[in-house]
């Protein structure tokens, strides 16, 4: 059978259980929307800002647990597309991003809306393709679409020429791909793992740490078993939040920069500390000198890079953070639990010390709203239930250490690209790949403003999005900085002139609140999230709050400024 | 930590874009490059790109794995984990002043190299040999005065005996 190149495209990415894509059409991919427009089992979300659709893209890929699918014209099309790609491959997040391209023979000439993109971002995807002949399209979409999500995931990016699209081609569906030079080792080392299980057995002040591979490779059961088995407090990194529950007592909350002072004081006296699908990014580290300093590290990474880069590890464990943990949790089920939870009474007590001498807190006085406090009222109005995405800066790191997620992709951020504006595209995506859930995006003033331009797709698409903007008229975190170690010199992070929000929902077509009485935080919360549509509930809180503790950037995560 | 040459030589797909990923990749994570060859294989979908790297032991495992992961890179070998064969070409322009000439023509035996190109003022020497055979010949020619030199990167290949 002879189908068109977007004919081939449209199957390939049916074939692949996804059912949303994102994307913004040109003169390059006019065939392929054409096509799309035919499809009615395949729903083109159309975003107001490339960056937009694969922000969306990396959020439906983490709520939706496949990959996320973005669709763009060539040049500029492609170009707003990098930042988001360089997130997503940051966050290892599986996508395919396909591009437009002028046509083969123009390719090199400098032709209108021409860009290299595969060469823009050869460094920030996991691969990327041009396709110059059309036999090869249905097989190179497939191995796309196979190396996003095995392995350690990632996006791919294929530039697909417009003639390419245009070509009549015979179309058989190919085979499963096998590629010689990509075989992702799945499967941990035996030997390593009863070695892990040694180590558990001699722990006294264990801690686990999860990270994002927790969340990719969804080995939350097995990983929240073997804490509950052996009685080992978790902590995990902004990407593993979810990975453990967060209403759990044996959860200490987030370690690092960040991270609560029980947390980072358990991994800095922890004498074992098993680590899986973490990188040890330096935002959980500090000064990497002072990390741990009397503790033995088992990590688990499907990615061998990840292991001895930053931080020497006593027992890596290269394979499948699901495949690992249900194997070592097979040894230590084979033992008794008394045997992996010696002297545990005293490490628990002197954890829950530091949790009494030093929780999270700040003052919630009468007259100005504090930021956690929304955080908190909004966690208590959802019961922990909403998907959450978050902006970047102050309002994302609030989110993290107030919002206890109790279940895996509920907590959808940038980071470690950390982008400003992710937020409201990537609700927008959860939203497309749960409509049964509430999705709610916690963001900053300054952030907002970032990808403003996708409400109008939420209203346009019936992606409701319930917005909450904690407003301190500031851009919070470099503000905090400059408070903190620029003597207070607050340049250019002023945001004093700002539009009123309120009647920009409305302008979009969309709900507005405002609140800025701490009396009225839980009226305001309730009412915005129980109108239907997509709504803004804007916060004026106050303007110098700070996050709380926090670790200086390169000191030891042991060593906190505290409020 | 020390700094050692290392020697790799690795396999990739015969694909447009692969070198450009091998370098992108090392500028990228501020590795160093000290010289680069590429060839076909008897296989025509992969060439074999040969590298020398001076790092300490704890980049150079990095490197490793991360030339790995790339995709279009089929296997990783460090030839300084083994014993191997080096070779390296280099043409060696120097100035053949009359006085000199016998004394460069000596050398040029001794080191069992070929004087391939002969003029009133010059000679070109072809050389091959591992890196310190070619250093050696070059700093005894710098006297006479080296006009220009092109040289390959290293090439090599493990022993039948590669243990070492
Ligand atoms: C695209 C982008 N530009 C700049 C930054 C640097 N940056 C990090 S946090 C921040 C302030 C964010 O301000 P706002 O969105 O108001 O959030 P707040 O910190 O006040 O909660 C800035 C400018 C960034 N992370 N991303």
Redesign the interface.
């Known amino acids: 059978m002879k189908l068109t190149g977007a004919q081939i495209l449209v199957q390939m990415i049916k074939s692949q259980g996804v059912d949303t894509i994102f994307g913004y059409p040109g003169g390059a991919t006019i065939d392929i929307h054409d096509e799309l427009d035919r499809h009615d089992d395949l729903r083109h979300i159309l975003v107001r800002h490339e960056q937009g659709a694969v922000h969306a893209a990396d959020a439906y890929a983490r709520a939706h647990k496949t990959v996320g699918v973005a669709l763009v014209t060539s040049g500029p099309g492609a170009t707003n597309t990098v930042t988001g790609i360089a997130s997503a491959h940051s966050d290892s997040i599986p996508m395919v991003v396909f591009t437009g391209q002028v046509p083969t023979g123009l390719i090199g000439n400098d032709a209108f809306q021409e860009v290299d993109i595969?060469?823009i971002t050869?460094?920030c995807t996991?691969?990327n393709y041009?396709v110059k002949d059309p036999k090869k399209l249905a097989c190179t979409i497939q191995e796309a679409f196979h190396?996003a999500q095995s392995g350690r995931p990632g996006p791919v990016l294929v530039d697909l020429p417009k003639d390419i699209i245009q070509a009549q081609i015979e179309f058989n569906m190919p085979e499963p791909t096998r590629?010689?030079?990509?075989k992702p080792n799945y499967k941990p080392n035996k030997k390593q793992m009863s070695k892990a299980v040694e180590m558990l057995k001699s722990a006294r002040r264990p801690v686990m740490l999860g990270g994002g591979g927790i969340i990719s490779s969804q080995a939350s059961e097995e990983f929240t078993k073997i804490a509950k088995l052996a009685n080992i407090p978790v902590t995990g990194t902004l990407m593993g939040l979810g990975s453990y529950p967060g209403s759990d007592d044996n959860w200490l909350g987030m370690l690092g920069m960040h991270g609560t002072y029980r947390a980072n004081m358990s991994i800095g006296h922890s004498d074992l500390i098993l680590a899986a699908g973490v990188r040890f990014d330096d935002r959980v580290t500090g000064n990497i000198e002072k990390f741990a300093p009397q503790a033995q590290i088992i990590q688990i990474d499907i990615?061998?890079?990840s292991i001895?880069?930053n931080i020497e590890v006593h027992c890596p464990i290269v394979g499948d953070c699901k495949m690992a943990l249900a194997d070592i949790l097979d040894l230590m089920e084979k033992e008794s639990p008394a045997d992996f939870q010696q002297d545990r009474e005293a490490w628990l007590d002197r954890i829950n010390e530091w949790k009494q001498t030093t929780p999270l807190k700040y003052d919630q006085g009468y007259d100005t709203i504090k930021p956690q406090y929304v955080v908190e009222k909004l966690y208590e109005v959802t019961e922990g239930k909403a998907i959450v995405s978050t902006e970047v800066g102050q309002n994302q790191m609030w989110a993290a250490q107030y919002y206890h997620f109790d279940e895996p992709n509920h907590f959808i951020t940038s980071g470690g690209l950390g982008v400003m504006g992710f937020g409201l595209p990537a609700a927008i995506g959860a939203k497309a790949a749960r409509p049964d859930k509430l999705v709610v995006n916690i963001a900053g003033d300054g952030s907002i403003q970032m990808n403003i331009q996708e409400l109008m797709t939420a209203i346009a698409s019936d992606l409701d999005v319930k917005i909450v903007i904690l407003n301190n008229r500031f851009l919070g975190m470099v503000r905090q900085w400059q408070e903190l170690f620029y003597d207070k010199a607050y340049a250019s992070t002023d945001l004093e002139k700002a539009p009123d929000f309120v009647k920009l929902a409305e302008a979009y077509g969309a709900k507005g609140f405002k609140c800025d009485d701490p009396a009225n935080v839980t009226e305001t919360l309730k009412t915005g999230l129980n109108t239907p549509g997509t709504v803004i509930m804007e916060f004026i809180v106050e303007r110098e709050e700070s996050v709380y503790p926090m670790v200086p950037a390169g000191g030891a995560i042991t060593d906190m400024l505290l409020v | 930590m020390e700094i050692n040459r290392y020697l790799l030589s690795i396999l990739?797909?015969n694909e447009p874009?692969v070198l450009?990923?091998i370098v992108?990749?090392f500028s990228?994570r501020g590795f160093n490059i000290d010289s680069l060859s590429v060839a076909k294989t008897t296989d025509p979908n992969v060439s074999v790109i040969t590298m020398v790297t001076y790092c300490d032991i704890?980049i150079i495992?990095?490197i490793k794995?991360?030339l790995?992961?790339l995709?279009?890179?089929?296997t990783v070998n460090d030839l300084t984990e083994k014993k191997y064969v080096e070779r390296q070409l280099a043409l060696i322009k120097v100035h053949a002043k009359t006085e000199k000439r016998a004394e460069i023509m000596r050398i040029v035996d001794i080191f069992r190299s070929k004087i391939v190109d002969v003029g009133h003022a010059h000679f070109t020497i072809e050389i091959s040999g591992d890196s310190g055979k070619i250093e050696a010949f070059t700093s005894l020619m710098q006297p006479m005065g080296i006009v220009e030199i092109a040289s390959t990167g290293a090439i090599a290949l493990g022993r039948e005996n590669g243990k070492k």
Do not use: C
């Not at chain 1, 590629?179 to 990509?182: A, D, E, G, I, T």
């Not at chain 2, 995709?71 to 089929?74: G, K």
């Open positions: 595969v060469g050869r460094p996991k691969h041009l190396i590629m010689r030079s990509y990615d061998p890079t001895h880069k | 990739v797909d874009g450009s990923r992108g990749l990228g704890h495992e990095q794995k991360q790995h992961k995709i279009n890179v089929i």
